[in-house]
């Protein structure tokens, strides 16, 4: 095996280790009934919403991650992290609690509530820094001229954090 080879192996092996590190704790303790409440509410949250400018549908806020690529690898310390600034930058602001689904908030609550239990490492992830920039840009939309923009877009791809969720906790024998 060439040298470049096995260190290209060993990365995707400890980097799969880290990112899953707390995946048999965090896999039995999401219900898959909050994931389907959730996924449903945020489908009805989304059809509650104005449409986006145009404009505004080009960017993309989150990362292209993947549950099961060595390369762009998101675990359970990535969604712990994603769901805190979706929940501090997102669904806490006034326009959004307007239009929330009755008890939306305490789905959310009780997954950030259970991924803080499962998820244990004071650690940050290796995505940290990406992850502040969604937080960065989530709050640079949400200003000026269209405040709400911002908060629309990141509702809309909220469904991508719930699918990686939902990904981790299929997942077998890690």
Known sequence: MRPVTF?????????????????????????AELIRDLWSQTKQLIGSLPKEEKASRKLRLLPKFCTNCPERL?????????????????????????????????????????????VSSSKHSQWSESIKKVEKKIKRMSRGRRRDEGVMKAVGEFIFVLRWIDELREQIGL
Not at 15 to 29: K, V
């Open 7 to 31: 260190i290209l192996l060993l990365a995707g092996v400890v980097t799969a280790a880290t990112a899953t590190e707390h995946g048999p704790t965090c896999r039995r303790a999401i219900p």
């Open 74 to 118: 998101i675990g359970w310390l990535e969604v712990r992290e994603l769901i805190g600034v979706y929940q501090s930058s997102v669904f806490n602001t006034e326009f959004l609690q307007k239009l929330l689904p009755l008890h939306y908030n305490v789905l959310l609550h009780r997954l950030q509530h259970t991924l803080q239990h499962c």
